[in-house]
């Protein structure tokens, strides 16, 4: 029959015997008082001693329990890790969420936030390849890539992430010419070389590029996102002549501009004018070709003519040279009856000189009287 069965007539205990007697569990937990009573504080003694010896025994077992309750479990939040060591040698790593271990100090776990994006800044100045000193101005971004490496692999991760920046960029800075990292600054024009749209973004990625290859050999954890110069600019101490390179710079370009556009418009100037005076010279060119030919023909027809009548083909000839003579000069004196004329000239109106065809009328003319 069960204890508590109905109509036994009396409600039973299960932890009392039948006989309603010595309490069981009490009995038992007597029985471990006094055995850690004994371990602890010595086999005889007061009833009162071994009472207060099991008293502390379950203060420290209690300590036991609540330390293994709490201490057993880690909550990570969202976005971190936790690494697990056991005894000071690393076991696994915990993702987000509720995760069990070992009580410390069997088990240590340590939170990293492995999304978490970190940044440095910093300035510093370093000499170019060719001798030129420059300040830089820069800012890296990143994150930790691997958390077990981040925090065991190096003392202070941060700090060694900021010296190896700036080691990159003294390293990238010191094998380039001041030109190539400002050439806002450049006085001089460097023949041959080709246009960089941004140098200074060029720069920090070959910075960028280094930076990560000494963090890996470091074994530092850690991810570069990105690497930017924010100013790149000459030391104070020589800004002014800095200023001055920069202005003579500006004044030559001036001139330079100035003299492009004289040029743009002079010499097109120049080259129509000479276009006109070679077309002109052509036409003269044509023009005297063309009537030296008419010349030459009309005296073999005047020879001709001649040949078959000489006499008239003379007078005429004389009437028309003295005719085309006459009408260019202003006056003419007659002394001899009109056998004879004298031409005098006048110097303001100068007469113009006999043509050709009259030229050589007359040598034929003169010629023909010679024959007779």
Same mark, same amino acid.
């Given at each position: ?109 340590? #939170?990293? !936030? =492995? &999304?978490?994006?970190?940044?440095? @800044? ?5 000499? *170019? %390849? +060719? ?5 830089? #101005?820069? !800012? =890296? &971004?990143?994150?930790?890539?691997? @958390? ?5 692999? *190096? %003392? +202070? ?216």
């Amino acid at each position: 029959m069960a204890w508590n069965e109905p109509g036994s007539g009396k409600q039973r205990d299960p932890w009392k015997d039948n006989g309603g007697g010595k309490n069981d569990l009490d009995d038992a937990i007597q029985r471990i008082k006094g055995a850690f009573g004994r371990l602890f504080g010595g086999g005889g003694g007061a009833p009162g001693a071994g009472r207060n010896g099991g008293g502390v025994l379950l203060a420290i077992i209690g300590l036991l329990i609540a330390w293994v309750l709490f201490d057993s479990w880690v909550q990570v939040n969202a976005g971190k890790e936790a690494v697990v060591l056991r005894f000071g040698e690393y076991s696994r790593t915990m993702p987000p969420g509720f995760n069990l271990k070992w009580p410390r100090p069997i088990e240590s776990a340590s #939170e990293v !936030n =492995v &999304q978490e994006v970190r940044n440095i @800044s910093d300035t510093v100045r370093m000499l *170019t %390849r +060719d001798e030129n000193i420059v300040q830089v #101005e820069f !800012n =890296v &971004q990143y994150e930790v890539a691997d @958390s077990t490496l981040f925090l065991y692999a *190096t %003392r +202070d991760p941060d700090q060694t992430l900021k010296q190896a920046a700036e080691s990159a960029v003294r390293e990238v800075i010191g094998t380039s010419k001041l030109d190539a990292i400002m050439p806002d600054q450049r006085v001089e024009p460097l023949e041959g070389e080709k246009p960089v749209a941004n140098p200074s973004a060029e720069l920090a990625q070959q910075a960028k590029k280094v930076l990560q290859q000494t963090l890996e050999r470091y074994h530092a954890g850690l991810q570069v996102n990105d690497l930017n110069f924010q100013n790149v600019r000459p030391p104070q101490e020589v800004k002014d002549s800095f200023d001055d390179a920069i202005s003579a710079r500006e004044d030559r370009q001036r001139a330079s501009n100035v003299a492009d556009a004289y040029a743009k418009r002079v010499v097109p100037e120049a080259r129509g004018e000479a276009a006109r005076i070679l077309a002109e010279a052509q036409g003269y060119k044509a023009e005297r070709i063309a009537k030296a030919e008419g010349d030459a023909q009309r005296f073999d027809l005047i020879a001709s003519q001649y040949r078959a009548a000489p006499e008239v083909t003379r007078k005429r000839l004389y009437l028309e040279t003295m005719q085309q003579v006459v009408s260019g000069t202003p006056k003419i004196i007659d002394f001899t009856g009109g056998k004879n004329l004298l031409q005098i000239p006048v110097p303001a109106a100068g007469p113009p000189p006999p043509s050709a065809d009259a030229a050589a009328a007359m040598s034929a003319a003169e010629s023909d009287k010679g024959g007779r």
